[in-house]
């Protein structure tokens, strides 16, 4: 999530599947204000 953080030049929308680690993995790589995100369960 780290590197993809690093490759962004702007605010994107992304979305995962259900998995809960990915909630740490982008608030600590982006943080919420850098993202719109959801997850499709």
Do not use: C, F, P
């Not at 979305?15 to 982006?30: F, H, M, P, Q």
């Amino acid at each position: 999530m780290e590197d993809l953080a690093a490759r962004l030049a702007h605010r994107v929308q992304l979305s995962t599947d259900g998995l809960k680690s990915y909630l740490s993995a982008i608030e600590n790589a982006v943080g919420w204000n850098g993202v719109d995100y959801a997850q499709l369960v």
